[in-house]
């Protein structure tokens, strides 16, 4: 579904009706989280730990894993309260953004303002996002590619501020940073450099 962003007056609108230490969410990790809405943004990972990728081979029960890519999608909420009515019709307020005029916006979100500075600009300020990694497995008794979802919640942004809450006990303890286009989250001890690339 492609989202589409508004700017009028200052407003953007966003409409949205080694990995084998961290572990695979299971579906009790799932259960119960509230469903998400459009998928808003997508990040690429570019390092683990420092490394860039391809990196980081684990061995787990006779096998060699390497982690080859990942994402960390955005998602806008399925179901709000907060209607905004914009000049495309009904939004949720968190998805409507104010921007300083004379700023531009680049197609990954980041914005760039008048008198120097920039920030990633989410599209919606509250949402749900989730971390995959694609990995490759050689030795194992399965096939050699997998996705491995290893961090599920919600999230709340603010310029240049990130917050992350994390569903279930799998994925432990998630932290986040994030400056310009790089958004770095640390999940049981590993950090996560992911860089912005596309907004929907």
Do not use: K
């Amino acid at each position: 579904m492609r989202i589409p962003h508004l700017l009028i007056g200052g407003l953007i609108a966003a409409a949205a009706c080694s990995s084998n230490a961290i572990g695979d969410l299971s579906s009790e990790d799932r259960a119960g989280f509230p469903a998400r809405g459009g998928l808003i943004q997508t990040d690429s990972l570019t390092s683990v730990d420092g490394a860039p990728l391809p990196c980081c081979t684990a061995d787990s029960a006779g096998s060699h894993i390497t982690i080859l890519s990942g994402r960390l999608d955005f998602y806008a909420d399925a179901q709000y309260t907060d209607t905004v009515i914009t000049p495309e019709g009904p939004r949720s307020g968190a998805c409507v953004q104010g921007v300083p005029d004379g700023s531009i916006i680049q197609r990954n979100g980041v914005l760039t303002l008048p008198g120097g500075g920039s920030y990633l600009l989410m599209p919606c300020s509250i949402g749900v996002y989730e971390v995959t990694l694609s990995e490759f497995v050689d030795g194992g008794s399965g096939p050699p590619s997998r996705d491995v979802s290893i961090a599920l919640g919600s999230y709340s942004w603010a310029p240049n501020a990130l917050s992350v809450g994390d569903q279930g006990t799998s994925s432990g303890h998630i932290s986040a940073g994030m400056s310009a286009a790089t958004i770095t989250l640390t999940i049981r001890g590993h950090r996560y450099r992911f860089v912005a690339t596309s907004r929907f």
